[in-house]
């Protein structure tokens, strides 16, 4: 309707909405305004239609239901918007007020209506996280699946505003089209692992696990978005047999891992949970890229890096080789790189030899200082780092001859030929087999006691070599638990690192002002827990 036709009137209408968004204005002014100007229920301040708010539209941003009832019985209209599109229903969204908005669709508010930003009035009660709006909404039938100006669905929104409640709500509205995609390509799944929503990811594998290994047009899947942003919990939940059971290999277009993604980024909690859970530390990428390849080449451009307690506790694996390295004042910023060749069941030999499109292997890409064979002898000193510290201690308390270490110091699954029965052992060593009874029979004793001096000679290499093992990893934990040590006291753990890679413990580094290894000048102190 139009606007009161005298310019005064323009002043008091603007004077009404002021009071009105302020809780001050009584319904016997709102009576008498509309008595004196009749016909101007839904007038604006402006005098354009559209331009600023009506009176219904404050009213119910206010929650005042009697103002309401009083404007509508003028004739206020539902439908009126101001200029960036809202209308009185938006508003009362805006404002929380789940009374006034129940009221407002029960007396014919279009309740899927959307602004110009493509809005409805549940993508407003979602962003402004309002719970019981999006109950009235969801009460009365809303449209849970329109899609905004970026394509966003109301549950796209409230993945990003991790409001657990709405979440739950509308997963579990019957309606919602899990599948749909926003303007980028992601759908709910893929905006939970973009965001790293554990608590969405979670509830939505209940519902669509099916949907798991979806990809985008880029071929990413929600676990390669959760690994590239470094989101492990997320991660965890795809991959674990109650959540997604993602497929832990699975390829973008660019025929990239998960893994080789988590790697890119430096994310060592990420690298070690797709380890444990299978996936292919051998794989290649388009260009022919190992992790090996990607780790090197980005520890080129990092700067020194220092473990936090998170990563400490997520990743406790990649963070012994780190200390490892640290203790030694070597490149920590290799510790990645480090920990993948000790994980290569080949003996790094896979990781260490293949050849990129470019026809470089991952030392190839060392570059710089660290090209020269003291860099390229640390690396491949790696090749048996025992990283899983506590299985070891475990494995030398257990077996005091060493046999024991010895085969769990052996993960490969490539057997020795000599642990394998005879009859088996010809076969696999590429021996003949095909001895008949006959030789068996004109066989000599001197030949069998030859043939026991050889056995017993490889039994005795055996243990020379089980021995030598087991003196390797007694060595080694005793690196771990010095490296552990402060170096100052070397009696308590080494619990405050400084920014330049070393530390000591709480007690001994409290004075310090400089470090007592490199004598920089200490800018900054972490507790590791």
Not at 312 to 322: K, N
């Amino acid at each position: 309707l139009a606007s009161p036709p005298d310019p005064g009137a323009a002043l008091e209408v603007e004077k009404l909405l002021r009071d009105a968004a302020r809780g001050e204005a009584g319904i016997s002014s709102v009576r008498e305004f509309l008595r004196k100007y009749a016909g101007s229920v839904d007038a604006r301040p402006s005098g354009i239609g559209g331009g600023k708010k009506t009176c219904l539209q404050v009213a119910a941003h206010q929650g005042n239901r009697e103002l309401c009832v009083l404007l509508l019985d003028a004739g206020a209209s539902l439908r009126a918007v101001d200029e960036d599109g809202d209308p009185p229903l938006h508003y009362a969204a805006f404002g929380n007020q789940a009374r006034v908005m129940e009221f407002l669709i029960n007396h014919g508010a279009p309740i899927d209506a959307v602004n110009n930003s493509g809005c409805t009035a549940l993508h407003v009660s979602v962003n402004k996280q309002n719970s019981n709006c999006v109950q009235v909404l969801l009460r009365h039938n809303c449209n849970v699946n329109l899609q905004d100006s970026y394509g966003d669905t109301a549950l796209h929104d409230a993945i990003g505003k991790d409001a657990t409640d709405i979440i739950d709500a509308l997963i579990n509205c019957e309606r919602v089209d899990f599948t749909l995609r926003n303007k980028r390509g992601f759908n709910v799944l893929h905006h939970a692992a973009l965001k790293g929503n554990a608590h969405a990811t979670r509830q939505l594998m209940t519902k669509i696990q099916h949907l798991v290994d979806i990809k985008k047009d880029d071929g990413f899947a929600a676990l390669h978005l959760a690994s590239l942003n470094g989101h492990r919990e997320v991660s965890e939940i795809l991959l674990s047999d109650t959540g997604g059971k993602a497929t832990v290999d699975l390829r973008n277009n660019r025929r990239q891992t998960p893994l080789h993604l988590a790697v890119s980024q430096g994310h060592w909690a990420l690298v070690e949970l797709l380890l444990k859970s299978g996936a292919d530390i051998r794989a290649v990428d388009e260009e022919g890229d190992t992790v090996l390849h990607i780790a090197i080449s980005k520890s080129r451009h990092q700067p020194p890096i220092v473990p936090t307690p998170e990563s400490t506790q997520d990743a406790p694996l990649v963070t012994a080789v780190w200390q490892d390295l640290a203790h030694a004042n070597g490149p920590t910023e290799l510790a990645l790189a480090c920990f993948l060749i000790s994980c290569d069941s080949t003996n790094g030999n896979c990781l260490i030899n293949t050849k990129n499109t470019k026809g470089k292997t991952p030392f190839d890409l060392l570059g710089g200082e660290r090209s020269g064979t003291a860099t390229v002898d640390l690396l491949m000193s790696y090749v048996h780092f025992r990283h899983r510290r506590q299985d070891v201690v475990t494995e030398i308390e257990n077996s005091p001859s060493g046999n024991g270490v010895s085969e769990a110091g052996n993960r490969s699954p490539i057997r020795r030929i000599s642990d394998l029965p005879e009859t088996k052992r010809n076969k696999e060593s590429g021996e003949s087999s095909g001895i008949s009874s006959q030789e068996v029979e004109k066989s000599s004793p001197s030949d069998e006691v030859k043939s026991e001096d050889r056995k017993d000679d490889t039994r005795e290499r055996e243990k020379d070599k089980d021995l030598e093992r087991l003196r390797y990893l007694e060595t080694r934990v005793a690196d771990l638990e010095e490296a552990n040590m402060c170096s100052i006291c070397m009696e308590r753990r080494r619990n405050v690192a400084f920014l330049c890679g070393h530390g000591a413990c709480e007690h001994c580094s409290a004075p310090l002002k400089t470090c007592h290894m490199c004598r920089k000048t200490i800018t900054k102190k972490i507790n590791l827990y």
